[in-house]
């Protein structure tokens, strides 16, 4: 299983992914825009936007690029690791 991050803090990068291993998920962390973002996001299992930190343009590059995989999209105004656990337990919820 994968989830790709955007959003958050720079410095809590391994952190996220720490977390999200002990849920059992792969993490890809986007903290920043980059020109090559489009293309790494892939077909995630799940997608975290921790809307708070991050642009609009970052937000919309993302939507467009998971339109029509049917991947379900958690957004999230705080970036701390409780509002990423929550997301993650509500997800293992619905997948069990």
């Known amino acids: 299983?994968?989830?790709?991050?955007v959003g958050g803090n720079d410095c809590m990068v391994c952190q996220y992914k720490n977390l999200c291993k002990k849920y059992g998920y792969r993490a890809k962390v986007f903290t920043q825009m980059t020109s090559?973002?489009?293309?790494?996001?892939?077909?995630?299992?799940?997608?975290?936007?921790?809307?708070?930190?991050?642009?609009?343009?970052?937000?919309?590059?993302?939507?467009?690029?998971?339109?029509?995989?049917?991947?379900?999209?958690?957004?999230?105004?705080?970036?701390?690791?409780?509002?990423?656990r929550s997301v993650l337990e509500q997800a293992n919820s619905v997948n069990e």
């Open 36 to 84: 090559t973002m489009k293309d790494q996001i892939g077909a995630p299992d799940l997608l975290v936007l921790f809307t708070g930190t991050v642009s609009h343009k970052m937000i919309r590059c993302v939507l467009s690029e998971c339109k029509g995989q049917d991947v379900p999209i958690a957004r999230c105004h705080s970036s701390s690791l409780s509002a990423l």
């Open 1 to 5: 299983m994968s989830v790709v991050i």
